[in-house]
């Protein structure tokens, strides 16, 4: 608990600052009036002992509405005595793809990517809220509406293509008891575990409508991506 309230106390002292209430409302990057998001992409292992506090940093983010946090669970931890239920090998491309592109320093956990673009240790509550103020709301990518089961992106001038990711994630507070690895005995709760990334089609700047199917389980919510290129930074996103 300590280490929640830790994290709920820092984000709330970086997102105000000294800054005059006019100041605030325009940088803040949890600010849900803006329409934006900062998108908030944790890279972790039930396997691995450095994680449950970046787990715990990410499942404080989930409450926030000005914020998009993901949970990837990775598989290259699996090999030591503990198979993440979670994990899956595209998730743990996503990372790689990542480091490949330049976007992020390299393939670790607990690692968090902010907005396609910054990459940070997630462990530290005091280092992730910095970095999450520093990157800020996601701006410059075009407008993203739905209506119904449609999703509609608009239009943009000199636009790069991105390709439209169908995110889809569980909100819900999963504890997983550890009974192996290097967490034995703990009980590790999870929010916003990612269950599957989909490629919905490809924005090149043209406005574009894109079918959204219904949800396999109500439970699941679900979220868009537009993201330039594999492992590329990310422009635009928002919460279906």
């Not at 691995?48 to 290259?76: D, E, I, M, Q």
Request: glycine share 8%.
């Amino acid at each position: 608990m300590r280490i929640l309230f830790s994290l709920a106390v820092i984000l709330a002292a970086a997102c105000s600052g000294n800054s005059s209430p006019a100041a605030q409302a325009r940088t803040d990057p949890t600010d849900a009036s803006s329409g934006s998001l900062v998108v908030v992409e944790l890279f972790q292992s039930q396997g691995c002992s450095s994680c449950p506090p970046a787990n715990a940093n990410v499942n404080v983010l989930a409450n926030r509405p000005g914020v998009l946090a993901l949970s990837f669970a990775v598989t290259y931890w699996d090999h030591l005595g503990w198979k993440d239920r979670f994990a899956q090998p595209a998730f743990t491309q996503r990372q790689r793809d990542y480091a490949k592109s330049g976007q992020s320093d390299g393939v670790y956990t607990p690692q968090v990517v902010i907005n396609g673009s910054r990459a940070v240790v997630g462990a530290n509550a005091a280092t992730l809220a910095k970095a999450i103020r520093a990157a800020g709301s996601l701006t410059g990518g075009p407008v993203l509406s739905r209506e119904g089961s449609r999703l509609t992106i608009g239009a943009a001038a000199n636009a790069v293509p991105a390709k439209v990711l169908l995110v889809t994630y569980d909100p819900r507070e999963r504890p997983v008891p550890i009974k192996a690895g290097e967490n034995t005995g703990k009980t590790l709760p999870h929010r916003n575990i990612v269950t599957e990334v989909a490629v919905a089609g490809t924005w090149t700047g043209k406005p574009l409508s894109i079918a959204l199917p219904d949800p396999v389980d109500p439970a699941l919510r679900r979220a868009v991506l537009l993201q330039q290129g594999t492992g590329g930074k990310l422009i635009a996103a928002m919460k279906l």
